[in-house]
């Protein structure tokens, strides 16, 4: 399987959490070998946990699945860039590589917390050589997912604004 493939997975769980009572549309795949040991979606409001993100939930299946906390080798495959927490997450957890679709550019400013700092400067700054960032993969299917940089989102439904 491509890259692609494992996103179109990553796209399906998005539309699974948005139709899911406290999920949402922000999915995240986990691959060690070709094969998937990991997935979810954003749980933050199901859960009441704000730790609850789609890469954190996939990586806690993960982690049960070989029954271990270090994904050497793996690739994360997100629907969103991750954010500062998935990505120190993914530092930590020892993944290999990271690939997502729409980034901060594509998508309304309210699904990041910080205005300065994304995944690549967490990457650049980490003691790791051994972690690549690919973004950009199915760009305008994941993108089409959220809401736009302009778009006027609905006060109720705004985050980190």
Sequence with gaps: MTDEDYMRRAIELAREGERTPGGSNIACVIV????????????????????????????????????????????LYSTLQPCGMCTMASIWGKVTRIVFGAGRDDVHRMYFEDRHLDTSDFIRDAFRNDLSLEGGVLRDECAALYYGPKDEVPEEEQANV
């Design 32 to 75: 060690l070998d070709g094969k998937i040991i990991g997935e979810g979606f954003n749980l933050t409001h199901g859960e009441c946990d704000p730790t609850a993100h789609a890469e954190i939930v996939a990586m806690r299946r993960a982690g049960k699945a070989v029954q271990n906390m270090e994904f050497r080798g793996a690739t």
